[in-house]
């Protein structure tokens, strides 16, 4: 049974920091391109940050030089750190596995992420 549990959100202050983390399981995680998305409310779902595989990141420009997403395959989980936070990033925040080739795609429950003061 594959699942993908998300945890490390909570309420910060503007600037503040939180670590995201997603631990996954149920499929070879080591073979996937882990993302992070998130859906803040009335908006669309947005990819955040991805690693591939081979673990190159990317990020969506609006993250870039603040976040930064990580995998630890021995572990089975990818994680995503996020510093300088501001009041648009609030959202929910949804760890996702993707193999193009085996057309799999698997979503996590999401975690809360709310920076105000």
């Known amino acids: 049974q594959v699942q993908l549990v998300e945890s490390g959100g909570g309420l910060v202050q503007p600037g503040g920091s939180l670590r995201l983390s997603c631990i996954a399981s149920?499929?070879?995680?080591?073979?996937?391109?882990m993302n992070w998305y998130r859906q803040a409310a009335g908006k669309e779902r947005e990819l955040v940050a991805g690693?591939?595989?081979?673990?190159?990141?990317n990020y969506t420009d609006s993250v870039k030089g603040r976040f930064t997403i990580s995998r630890d395959n021995a572990k089975n989980m990818v994680f995503l750190q996020m510093n300088s936070l501001k009041p648009d990033d609030t959202a929910d925040y949804y760890c996702?596995?993707?193999?193009?080739?085996?057309?799999?795609?698997?979503w996590g429950q999401g975690t809360q992420v709310t920076v105000s003061s």
């Open positions: 149920g499929f070879t995680f080591r073979y996937y391109r």
């Open positions: 996702n596995a993707k193999r193009i080739a085996y057309q799999a795609d698997y």
């Open positions: 690693i591939t595989a081979g673990g190159s990141p």
